[in-house]
């Protein structure tokens, strides 16, 4: 018997997880009731060792030891997004949290909710069907991907638990089809950087503009001035974004600030093509402060980063004959993403290889019709929008298949 042809015992229990969790989400490094439902699930499979406040906050990690063979580690994340959900299930979330003295609505935006369900439903499936495979299974729920800080704050816990992988494997649901697959080898999720620049001018009187170096000016010409750094300095071969997104200055019309704040996030695929960006930046920033004639040089704080998602193509050499073999025709290439991931920093603390892959949350039918009509960027919802709520069904189902037949690849006797 194969281990799949059970699914359908694990898909009350998947269905059942799924709803609870998107009805109570978390922020990160707050999962705390997450965390601890996580944890009670792996221990009501009998899995060996189950580990609780792995790392900075609210990680889980449990561990399923089956004979010789490798070990292979498998990752879901756990926290929610700031996001109110519209009204589209029963299941809703109506959760809230405090955030910077503000009350804001808690949804799992991003399917995290599915990610920990359908892990969950493939280590009861592993774990009720021992005869299948041979090794060693590290299951890592993962706390704050959102902030891209929780793998980070878990790899040191981690390495003492379990001291070496041969390979660590995630998946994430997407807008695309829920019967499908999507897997490619190499770069497939951006690397991302945010950096605050802050100019110092010299702030005064807004009728008396000649005796102050005004920030807000300053900080309008760096703006208009960044853009041209993917337009004209990044080749057309290569893949780069640069986003202002947060500008603050001032406190009342009449008053020309001190200073003026910017937020920005850069995107790139390529290390090399990074350090060029990044020293882009500080060129324009400085010469348009040292051209308006500000006493000292801006600011520049790199306040977050994560690495560029890069499958090992001997990974997925393993997997796509797999995938292939389970789904046939709905596996298909993955497409380049800007958006970014922390799931590497799991295996690069190991110096491991790894896969991470997508799977659909949205109904074929509707899928299709909106890429017939031509509207799939207005009538899908995306990752982050308070109506991404995957279908019930077969999203759960193709998301433990996959990450099922995965582990499978590499455990299976």
Known sequence: ?????????????????????????????????????MADELRATGIDEVHEGVG????????????????????????????????????????????????????????????????????????????AWSGTLVVVFQPAEETVAGARSMTDALRALVPSIDAALG?????????????SAGPIMAAVDELIVTVHGRGGHGSQPETTIDPVVIAASIVLRLQTIVSREVPSSQQAVLTVGTIHAGTKSNIIPESARLGLSIRTYDEALRTQIHAA???????????????????????????????????????????????????????RLSGSEDFSELAAAYGAPYCFWFTGGIDDAR????????????????NHSPAFVPVLQPTLDTAVRAMTTAVLAHLGR
Request: aromatic share 4%; glycine share 8%.
């Open 56 to 131: 900075a906050s609210t990680g889980v990690v449990g561990i399923l030891r089956n004979g010789d063979g490798p070990t292979i580690l498998v990752r879901a994340d756990m926290d929610g997004l700031p996001v109110v959900e519209d009204d589209i299930v029963d299941y809703r979330s109506t959760q809230t949290a405090e955030v910077d003295g503000g009350i804001v609505g808690v949804m799992h935006a991003c399917g995290h909710d599915v990610h920990m369900a359908t892990l969950q439903g493939s280590v009861r499936l592993l774990a009720a069907h021992r005869e």
């Open 171 to 183: 998946q994430h649901v997407a807008p695309y089809p829920a019967s499908q697959v999507r897997l």
């Open 367 to 382: 899928h299709a019709a909106a890429v017939e009509a031509g509207t799939v960027l207005t009538d899908i919802p995306t």
């Open 1 to 37: 018997m194969r281990v799949l042809d059970d699914l359908a015992s694990v898909r009350p229990f998947t269905e059942e997880l799924y709803r609870h969790l998107h009805a109570h989400p978390e922020l990160s490094d707050r999962e705390h009731e997450t965390a601890a439902r």
């Open 281 to 335: 930046v500080e060129r324009i920033v400085q010469a348009e402060c040292q051209a308006a004639g500000t006493a000292r040089p801006a600011t520049i704080e790199h306040t977050l980063w994560a690495p560029v998602t890069d499958n090992d193509p001997g990974v997925v050499a393993t997997l796509q004959p797999a995938f292939d073999a389970e789904f046939g025709g709905d596996v298909v290439p993955m497409e």
